[in-house]
């Protein structure tokens, strides 16, 4: 059984003015997804800032998603590191806590070989029972997961069940669900290409565009799942333009800079990410303008 189908959140942790995280605004962000319709909280993730959150605030914060959700919608724990003992400490921490899944990037900066990944990610299972979604994002680690090591982890251990697929690779994301034989929980990780995505088999999307349009995105997988192609189409096409505003500079900047427009106020960026350029945050302003999210 799948973790979760269709729209998970990779949700941001906002900040206080200090850069200490801003607990009684995540509660109140969890909320409003949820209400919404979104299907998973992502907690920890890329768009959480988890390279700049120390060893006790990714347990804290992991910790906090999980009693905020109140077991209405899955959580989903970001624990991947470049230090495999690391990412066994966190994913332990995360299972303490009660997550119901981990999403695990894999190593940046190493450069792991094929042989090194199966070893991280084996180790990695192997220390917990909690289901595993590895993520491939080799734009931001310089290490590429390919499909036949991936196919080689999800036939070896049973609680390595996903993929969150971010390379914007078709012809790569095909090979993998052909080589994993339907055993593999597909997910999108690029936003603009959840419906072609599911197309060849993703069951949803890990969404950076969830943030702010948490109903249309739920909208976008449950049209698709139920058969509505053409609903699902036309969701995915209209964000478009706001998709590439929240990727027209590192994420989570653009999407941190949305939720304060809407008058969430996440707060700040902890360095070395900065505040958005002005033109661009201009730009953005107008797309969800656009879009009618403002």
């Not at 979760?4 to 003015?17: N, Q, R, S, W």
């Not at 350029?277 to 730009?283: I, L, Q």
């Amino acid at each position: 059984m799948a973790v979760f189908k269709g729209a998970g959140v990779a949700i941001v942790t906002p900040m206080k003015e200090n850069f200490d995280v801003n607990y009684e605004k995540l509660e109140e962000l969890i909320d409003t997804q949820i209400k919404e319709g979104t299907d998973a909280i992502i907690i920890a993730g890329t768009t959480g800032e988890s390279a700049t959150l120390s060893m006790e605030e990714h347990r804290d914060v992991i910790r906090a998603a999980v009693e905020f959700t109140k077991h209405r919608v899955p959580v989903v724990a970001g624990t991947g590191s470049n230090s495999t003992r690391t990412a066994v400490q966190l994913s332990q921490e995360a299972e303490e806590a009660g997550a119901d899944g981990l999403l695990i990037v894999t190593p940046y900066y190493n450069k792991a070989t094929q042989e090194g990944l199966v070893a991280h990610y084996s180790t990695i299972a192997d220390s917990t029972k909690c289901p595993v979604i590895m993520y491939n994002v080799p734009g931001r680690t310089g290490c590429n997961l390919l499909p036949e090591t991936v196919a080689a982890l999800v036939k070896a251990k049973e609680n390595i069940v996903g993929l969150k697929e971010a390379t914007g690779n078709m012809a790569q994301a095909a090979q993998t669900m052909n080589l994993t034989d339907g055993k593999l929980d597909l997910y999108s990780g690029e936003d603009a290409l959840v419906v072609p995505l599911m197309s060849i088999g993703a069951i949803g999307v890990i969404s950076v565009w969830s943030n702010v349009a948490p109903a249309k995105v739920h909208r976008m997988c449950e049209s698709f799942l139920q058969g509505d192609l053409e609903t699902a189409r036309r969701l995915q096409l209209e964000a478009i333009p706001l998709i590439n505003a929240l990727f027209s500079e590192v994420n989570p900047i653009p999407v941190k800079k949305a939720l304060s427009l809407m008058g969430f106020e996440a707060g700040p960026l902890r360095a070395p990410l900065c505040e958005m350029s002005p033109a661009n945050a201009a730009k953005l302003e107008k797309v969800m303008k656009d879009y009618g999210i403002l």
